[in-house]
């Protein structure tokens, strides 16, 4: 076997490789609820767009945009490239300027705003006004402008706001599940290679060895004593039997 066709078919093999890696990886991340509602993955995160009917208003209290996540979370901004992809996406689902509620309260243990996930606010988008908020702490909620990206502080109990975007985080056990999947395709990828590899080697070296394998190995019969030595054996019995 020629060594441009080792080569051919060890491509082969290394391109099954990478092929079958990227759709392990690609097919396994931004698993996203399936409970028949369109989610949106961004990094492991996936979010749902609560659309509503075109022909009426759309009016959700904080307490009724939290039901209609069943189960799942308000949106929680945790960086700018999250809070642009909520600014971006929004014209998609909505038309005209929308109001997002935020997953966000008034936490009276540590006396500051906390994520409903109970996570510390760390990135936040005020907007740029001087003006004290006037809302009792404990009524305070918080909604983002999908035009601006910007965060105002509302009232939890008398606003209603005309968006909603509910959050879910992928699970570890599917991230676990990719792992092993993923440690499992390379350990059957190297074996598969060292395989054909020995395969190839073998009807390599049968090709150009040829039956050499075997007369490399002589045949010796079992000893037998040499015709002079008898000659000289029966020459003494002949001797020694003269009187």
């Not at 009426?56 to 939290?66: Q, V």
């Not at 209609?68 to 929680?76: I, M, V, Y």
């Not at 988008?125 to 990206?149: A, K």
Request: hydrophobic share 35%; with cysteine; charged share 20%.
């Amino acid at each position: 076997m020629e060594p441009v066709s080792r080569n051919h078919h060890l491509g082969s093999v290394w391109r099954c490789v990478f092929l079958l890696s990227l759709h392990l990886k690609f097919g396994l991340t931004g698993d996203c609820p399936a409970d028949g509602r369109t989610w949106v993955p961004l990094q492991d995160r996936c979010y749902h767009f609560v659309h509503g009917d075109e022909d009426k208003i759309k009016s959700y209290t904080f307490e009724r945009a939290k039901s209609l996540c069943q189960g799942f979370e308000l949106l929680t901004i945790q960086s700018a490239e999250e809070n642009d992809f909520v600014i971006k996406y929004s014209p998609e689902v909505w038309k005209g300027i929308v109001n997002v509620w935020l997953g966000m309260y008034y936490d009276t243990n540590s006396e500051d705003m906390r994520w409903l996930g109970e996570d510390p606010v760390g990135f936040t988008n005020w907007e740029d006004s001087s003006s004290p908020s006037d809302l009792v702490p404990l009524d305070t909620c918080v909604t983002l402008h999908s035009n601006t990206g910007k965060w105002e502080n509302v009232s939890c109990l008398d606003e209603a706001e005309n968006g909603v975007i509910c959050e879910s985080v992928q699970t570890e056990k599917v991230k676990q599940k990719a792992s092993v999947l993923l440690t499992a395709l390379v350990i059957l990828s190297v074996v598969a290679i060292m395989g054909v590899s020995a395969v190839i080697w073998f009807l390599h070296q049968k090709h150009n060895l040829g039956s050499t394998l075997f007369t490399a190995f002589e045949y010796h019969p079992p000893f037998r004593v040499l015709e002079t030595d008898q000659s000289c054996l029966v020459e003494a019995e002949e001797n020694d039997s003269v009187p």
